[in-house]
């Protein structure tokens, strides 16, 4: 098995005491360490926003550096015609 052979077998025996103790609370408090845990698995809203601002940020001022191309929206649609023929 997989997890077995890359050594996880031990993180597996730590889950199934964790589930265990989990299990063991009641459904609210079930319930809130779910939403917690399903929480942890993704990157806020807030975050995301303030690494796509500092993406903007970042291209605006490569592109007013002239480091990257600007294309005019004839080329861009023309080429775009072209590629779905």
Known sequence: MWLQASGL????ALLKSIEEQARALSAEDRARL???MLESLHTSI???????????????????RGEIPSYSAEEVFS??????Q
């Open 46 to 64: 807030a975050e995301i926003e303030a690494l796509w601002a500092e993406e903007i940020e970042e291209r605006v001022s490569a592109f007013d």
């Open 9 to 12: 077998s031990a993180m597996s």
């Open 79 to 84: 080429e775009a015609h072209q590629t779905l």
């Open 34 to 36: 779910a939403e917690s």
